[in-house]
């Protein structure tokens, strides 16, 4: 299980490279990214799931643009999210790199929007998507880790629901101005 986040390609290719000299295994290695990644919009198209949906930011298929709805019954309910992400050259072996561009008042989210989230670090596997990346945010919003928060307001503001909520749509109202 251990071997879902080596990357083979990359590994022959730089053998291959090193024997000959060359760097086109990194040119291959960057299209079965791509490959994937392509993969990953169209499933995520069809999948019909509710509140999320990511696409590449212009032409560059290394950097997405997501938004994520607030889950009914939330404090985030009726508020939406843009998220980016950047994808490196080793994905999917490599976590990409996920953070909120709207602030984000919550108790797993810093001030500049970065996300304290498992599968984003430590957790992460190859055998996960854009999907379930954005799902799994989606979950979060909802059902944070207070035990570990980059933000400790949020968390000591999340036991009381209503002042939570009031607080996320003042910061939401502030920044659509």
């Not at 169209?42 to 997501?66: C, H, Q, R, Y």
């Not at 072996?93 to 108790?107: D, G, I, L, S």
């Not at 880790?145 to 002042?163: C, F, G, I, R």
Request: charged share 20%.
């Amino acid at each position: 299980m251990a071997s879902q986040n080596m990357d083979p390609a990359a590994t022959a290719a730089s053998a291959s490279a090193a024997l000959k000299g060359s760097e086109s295994g990194g040119s291959a290695a960057r299209g079965s990214v791509s490959k994937r990644l392509q993969q990953e919009l169209m499933t995520l198209m069809m999948s019909g799931d509710k509140g999320i949906s990511a696409f590449p930011e212009s032409d560059n298929l290394f950097k997405w643009v997501g938004t994520i709805d607030g889950a009914q019954g939330t404090v985030y309910e009726g508020l939406r999210y843009r998220l980016s992400l950047d994808f490196p050259a080793g994905y999917p072996y490599q976590a990409p790199r996920v953070k909120f561009v709207t602030p984000c008042f919550h108790p797993n989210v810093d001030d500049e929007g970065f996300i304290c989230l498992d599968i984003l670090r430590d957790k992460w596997s190859a055998l996960l998507d854009v999907r379930s990346i954005l799902l799994s945010i989606q979950s979060l919003l909802g059902e944070p880790n207070n035990e570990s928060p980059l933000n400790t307001t949020a968390a000591e503001l999340w036991n009381n629901q209503d002042a939570c909520r009031c607080y996320c749509i003042t910061t939401f109202r502030n920044v659509k101005g």
